[in-house]
Nanobody
Framework: VQLQASGGGLVLAGGSLRLSCAAS????????VGWFRQAPGKEREFVAA????????YYANSVKGRFTISRENAKNTVYLQMNSLKPEDTAVYYC?????????????????WGQGTLVTVSS
């Protein structure tokens, strides 16, 4: 599966942004898509994930209640809607895919990776 992330940009604190992850290739019913982020000088960290089908979702505590991961079936695209953004959300955001549960958070648990898209939140 090939993944392509887009939608990053510059936004003021408290604002919103929506990232897109377009998937191409064959996905399976057990496929899951996740979002990770990496801030300068920090490790890449899990943000959110969902099953390709069925709608099960999982969020990091740091974004729960502010971010929503969803899928638009017709476009084979997974979105990350980010609201109430904070300066500490500034990072390069990556989408990633795996076969299996969305309830895993390790970078090495995901096989397919898209390129990153930069999100900058200014105070």
């Amino acid at each position: 599966v090939q993944l392509q992330a887009s939608g990053g940009g510059l936004v003021l604190a408290g604002g919103s942004l929506r990232l897109s992850c377009a998937a191409s290739g064959r996905t399976f019913s057990s496929y899951a898509v996740g979002w990770f982020r990496q801030a300068p000088g920090k490790e890449r960290e899990f943000v959110a994930a969902r099953t390709w089908n069925g709608g099960r979702t999982y969020y990091a505590n740091s974004v729960k209640g502010r971010f929503t991961i969803s899928r638009e079936n017709a476009k084979n695209t997974v979105y990350l809607q980010m609201n109430s953004l904070k300066p500490e959300d500034t990072a390069v955001y990556y989408c990633a895919g795996r076969t299996g549960s969305p309830y895993v958070t390790g970078v090495n648990d995901y096989r397919d990776w898209g390129q990153g898209t930069l999100v900058t939140v200014s105070s």
